[in-house]
C-alpha cells in the first residue's frame, strides 16, 4: 500500500453540508405565534444542531441566515433576525467547548451594496477572530449572502486580476475561495427551492428536503440527511 497522497486527502475531506433553514415563520404561526418567536426558535436549534453536527462526520457547515433578498421583510423582523445574528455569533464559549471555527460568507463590509450593520459586523469580527485557532468543525454562516452576487463580484474580482474567466479564477475570486465544494444541500419546511444560495459551490450536491420547518429539523433528521452521502 502506497501513503496517501494530498489528492487522496482532499477526496477523503470530512464532507461538506448547506443548510437552507426556512420554516420559522410557518413553524411559529402554526403555534399562534408571532414570526419572531419562530426565529428565536430558530437560533436555539442552529445551536442544537451544530453540537450533533461535531459529532458526525462533517467538516464544514454553512447555513444560510438572511439573504440579499430579506431585506424587504418588515423592519421590525429585520431587526428582530439581526440582534440574533449578534447573539449567534456571541456564542463564542460554545464554539471554543466543541472546537468550532466560525466564519461568516455575504456581502463584503466594505462593498457599496453590503448592508450588514456596524453592531453585527463587530460581533463577526469579534467571532471569527476568538475562534480561528479551533481545528474541528468549520461553522460557516451565511448573512447579507446572495450566490449571484457571489458570482458577480467573482467574474469582477478575475477581470480585475488580468485572468482568464475559467473555473479555477473564479474559485479563487469567491468570497471565501477556500470554501470546499458542497457535498449535500438541506432544505427545511417543504419549499423545492435553492433560493440563491451557493450556486457555484453546491453545482454538484446531493439535496434532502424535509417538510419539518427549521426549529424543528433535529439529529436524527440530520442522520437522514446524512445517509444520502453513504
Ligand atoms: C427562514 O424562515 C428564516 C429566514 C429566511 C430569515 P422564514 O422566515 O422564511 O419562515 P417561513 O418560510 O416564512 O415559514
Ligand atoms: C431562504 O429563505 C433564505 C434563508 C433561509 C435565509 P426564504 O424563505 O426567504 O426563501 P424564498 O425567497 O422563500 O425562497
Ligand atoms: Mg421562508
Known amino acids: 500500500m502506497s501513503t496517501s497522497s494530498p489528492i487522496d486527502r482532499q477526496a477523503r475531506r470530512a464532507p461538506h453540508v448547506a443548510i437552507i433553514m426556512d420554516g420559522n415563520g410557518r413553524w411559529a404561526a402554526r403555534r399562534g405565534l408571532p414570526r419572531t418567536e419562530g426565529h428565536t426558535e430558530g437560533e436555539e436549534n442552529l445551536a442544537r444542531v451544530v453540537r450533533a453536527a461535531v459529532t458526525r462526520d462533517i467538516g464544514w457547515l454553512t447555513v444560510f441566515g438572511f439573504s440579499t433578498e430579506n431585506w424587504v421583510r418588515p423592519r421590525a423582523e429585520v431587526r428582530h433576525i439581526l440582534g440574533l445574528h449578534e447573539k449567534l455569533f456571541s456564542r463564542i464559549a460554545e464554539l471554543n467547548e466543541n472546537n468550532v471555527r466560525i466564519r461568516w460568507i455575504g456581502r463584503?463590509?466594505?462593498?457599496?451594496?453590503?448592508?450588514?450593520?456596524?453592531?453585527?459586523?463587530?460581533?463577526?469580527?469579534?467571532?471569527?477572530?476568538?475562534?480561528?485557532?479551533?481545528?474541528?468543525?468549520?461553522?460557516?454562516?451565511?448573512?447579507?449572502?446572495?450566490?449571484?452576487?457571489?458570482?458577480?463580484?467573482?467574474?469582477?474580482?478575475?477581470?480585475?486580476?488580468?485572468?482568464?474567466?475559467?473555473?479555477?479564477?473564479?474559485?479563487?475570486?469567491?468570497?471565501?475561495?477556500?470554501?470546499?465544494?458542497?457535498?449535500?444541500?438541506?432544505?427545511?419546511?417543504?419549499?423545492?427551492?435553492?433560493?440563491?444560495?451557493?450556486?457555484?459551490?453546491?453545482?454538484?450536491?446531493?439535496?434532502?428536503?424535509?417538510?419539518?420547518?427549521?426549529?424543528?429539523?433535529?439529529?436524527?433528521?440530520?442522520?437522514?440527511?446524512?445517509?444520502l452521502l453513504a
Open 108 to 227: 463584503p463590509f466594505d462593498s457599496p451594496e453590503a448592508r450588514t450593520p456596524k453592531y453585527v459586523q463587530r460581533a463577526i469580527r469579534r467571532a471569527l477572530h476568538e475562534t480561528e485557532s479551533n481545528t474541528g468543525m468549520v461553522l460557516t454562516v451565511a448573512f447579507d449572502y446572495g450566490g449571484r452576487a457571489e458570482l458577480m463580484a467573482a467574474v469582477r474580482g478575475t477581470r480585475r486580476a488580468g485572468s482568464a474567466i475559467t473555473a479555477a479564477a473564479i474559485d479563487q475570486h469567491l468570497y471565501l475561495p477556500d470554501l470546499p465544494p458542497v457535498d449535500l444541500m438541506i432544505r427545511t419546511s417543504g419549499e423545492h427551492r435553492v433560493s440563491n444560495f451557493l450556486l457555484w459551490q453546491s453545482a454538484g450536491a446531493k439535496i434532502h428536503f424535509t417538510d419539518t420547518p427549521w426549529p424543528d429539523f433535529d439529529a436524527t433528521e440530520l442522520d437522514a440527511a446524512l445517509a
